[in-house]
């Protein structure tokens, strides 16, 4: 059974970047399509993106100037850049998988808290 | 983007209660819709993917219907345990969007 778990740091200070990553247990990450997705405290979710590892990709045009999903095959994991970051940024960020790239997100991580502040 | 409103934003019901939960779609999604369940703390959680179709292990009493834009996730006999925060989402187009989320508290 796959399992995923985020990682990364928790605070990040305003215009910097937020990288997190999300190791894959249980299986490959060759074999299937890795979301992020986002929710700010008290509110809905909100997508931010996928990556497969063939290279498709699609990301939030809310984002998209400042976000990139990237694979790692040889540790398992998948990663999450969100550069110049603003109090806004500020959510849990969970990592998730579509297991065919339908858009069915059917395995998630327990997500992470990432504050923006100074 | 395809924008999702979803009604009612809470509701509070009794054990044993029918709930029902609605999307409308600003344009049409086929049955590309999923509903989660999120409970405070958790990671939304799969229930129904294709409008319809219940995730593996997803309790019997949780059904969805619908296509189009208007779409529909029924509690036939609410348990204590259904409390929670439920989601839609429509994977027709990108970028993805989430209904804003239904919280369904028990009496």
């Known amino acids: 059974q796959v399992h995923l778990q985020e990682s990364g740091p928790g605070l990040v200070k305003p215009s910097e970047t937020l990288s997190l990553s999300c190791t894959v247990s249980?299986?490959?990450?060759?074999?299937?399509?890795w979301n992020w997705i986002r929710q700010a405290p008290g509110k809905g979710l909100e997508w931010v993106g996928f990556?497969?590892?063939?290279?498709?990709?699609d990301y939030n045009p809310s984002l998209k100037s400042r976000v990139a999903i990237s694979l790692d095959t040889s540790k398992n994991q998948f990663s999450l850049k969100l550069t110049s970051v603003t109090a806004a940024d500020t959510a849990i960020y969970y990592c998730?998988?579509?297991?065919?790239?339908?858009?069915?997100?059917?395995?998630w991580g327990q997500g992470t808290l990432v504050t923006v502040s100074s | 983007a395809i924008q999702i409103t979803q009604s009612p934003s809470s509701v509070s019901a009794s054990t044993g209660d029918r709930v029902t939960v609605t999307c409308r779609a600003s344009?049409?999604?086929?049955?590309?819709l999923a509903w989660y369940q999120q409970k405070p703390g958790e990671a939304p959680k799969l229930l129904i993917s294709?409008?319809?179709a219940l995730h593996s292990g997803g309790p019997l009493r949780f059904s969805g219907s619908g296509s189009g834009a208007d779409f529909t996730l029924t509690i036939s006999r609410l348990q204590a345990e259904d409390s929670a925060t439920y989601y839609c989402?429509?994977?027709?187009?990108?970028?993805?969007?989430f209904g804003g989320g239904t919280r369904v508290e028990i009496k």
């Open positions: 998730a998988r579509d297991p065919v790239g339908g858009g069915v997100l059917d395995v």
């Open positions: 249980g299986g490959s990450i060759s074999s299937y399509y």
């Open positions: 990556m497969h590892i063939r290279g498709n990709n």
């Open positions: 344009r049409s999604v086929g049955t590309y």
């Open positions: 294709g409008a319809s």
């Open positions: 989402h429509q994977y027709y187009d990108f970028p993805y969007t």
